[in-house]
């Protein structure tokens, strides 16, 4: 398994901004589809964000134009900038590959806490 380390996460009041960042040992992330995701407490994980190795982007409704993925080539990693973060939008942040468009996927990592409060 390919450990999957997320950092970057924090509390935040609303309308402020986080970025979090995934770094992925033994693969490379330029070459397969990867994704965040997140997990409210009592709610099922869902992907908020995907980029596929072409580039090409998708999103949740629930964030759409608020956040934003990216890779770094040079350094493994996916990123997400987040902004203008609503409550809502507290959860444990993931990264994984894309099951959707791989049809496959890791172990979870431990993820990284984000917490939108005033």
């Known amino acids: 398994q390919v450990p999957l380390v997320e950092s970057g996460g924090g509390l935040v009041q609303p309308g402020g901004s986080l970025r979090l960042s995934c770094t992925a040992s033994?693969?490379?992330?330029?070459?397969?589809?990867m994704g965040w995701y997140r997990q409210a407490p009592g709610q099922q994980r869902e992907l908020v964000a995907a980029?596929?190795?072409?580039?090409?982007?998708k999103y949740a409704d629930s964030v759409k134009d608020r956040f934003t993925i990216s890779r770094d080539n040079a350094k493994n990693t996916v990123n997400l900038q987040m902004n203008s973060l609503k409550p809502e939008d507290t959860a444990v942040y993931y990264c994984?590959?894309?099951?959707?468009?791989?049809?496959?996927?890791?172990?979870w990592g431990q993820g990284t806490q984000v917490t939108v409060s005033s």
């Open positions: 033994g693969i490379s992330v330029n070459i397969v589809a």
């Open positions: 994984n590959i894309d099951r959707e468009t791989m049809g496959y996927q890791y172990s």
């Open positions: 980029i596929r190795s072409g580039g090409r982007t």
